[in-house]
């Protein structure tokens, strides 16, 4: 069951129980908010064990995120930017590879992303030009916001790369969006080559809240084969 919380296999947690491999951070991040321990302590063995005193802020919820569905008004991207939360906040990852990073969070309605984060729950994120200041990579979560005229339309998906072109899967059980056509991105990552609308990735999808008072659980990531189904 631990394996399975952190995505990864009994094979790897057996391998660092005996010391043959070690996690990495992201990994140690995910043991730290699933085991309740202090990053640092787990990652070097010293201070206290409990992150009491780790300061867990707050994120600002900054929209909701649905995909199939347009909505007018401003961009999420720079509803971000500017600090402006209109729904509440969340409490912040209190991990120590974000420290100065700005986190946010959407509330995730329908079921197109329901493998990696189910409706009616907050998706804790980053801002994905600064969490990935080289470029994108395989596997990440992220949420897109794609625009036409005075529309807006936000979903999570998973970026993959596929014969060198990067494109972005819905994470879903549901048939309805195991079908849907996958975004595929130009060279420039701004535009959508299915449908040629405007695309951004304004975020990396780091955890998940089930509503404002419960405790946070780490993502467990799913990431697909790079190939079409």
């Not at 129980?17 to 730290?32: C, F, H, M, R």
């Not at 085991?35 to 787990?42: K, S």
């Not at 409706?119 to 794609?146: F, H, M, N, T, W």
Request: net charge neutral; aromatic share 8%.
């Amino acid at each position: 069951d631990f394996a399975r919380r952190l995505g990864v296999t009994r094979q790897a947690v057996s391998a660092w129980e005996t010391d043959v491999s070690q996690p990495g951070a992201k990994q140690l991040a995910n043991i730290a908010l699933l085991t309740n321990t202090n990053y640092d302590f787990l990652a070097t063995g010293r201070g206290n064990s409990r992150p009491d005193s780790l300061d867990v802020g707050k994120a600002k919820i900054v929209g909701v995120v649905e995909a199939g569905t347009w909505r007018e008004g401003v961009s999420m991207l720079q509803k971000i930017e500017s600090g402006d939360g209109q729904e509440g906040t969340v409490p912040s990852l209190p991990r120590a590879d974000l420290i100065g990073m700005k986190q946010f969070a959407v509330q995730v309605q329908g079921e197109s992303a329901n493998l990696a984060v189910r409706s009616g729950e907050y998706a804790i994120c980053v801002g994905y030009k600064e969490y990935r200041p080289y470029g994108p990579q395989v596997g990440d979560l992220v949420v897109l916001e794609k625009h036409r005229d005075n529309e807006f339309k936000h979903w999570i998906a998973r970026l993959h790369l596929i014969g060198g072109r990067w494109e972005a899967h819905f994470e879903s059980s549901d048939l309805r969006w195991q079908n849907e056509r996958s975004v595929l991105f130009d060279k420039n990552f701004k535009h959508d080559e299915h449908d040629n609308c405007e695309i951004e990735i304004v975020g990396c999808v780091m955890s998940a809240i089930r509503h404002l008072y419960q405790p946070i659980a780490p993502l467990a990531p799913r990431p697909k084969p790079d190939s079409r189904p």
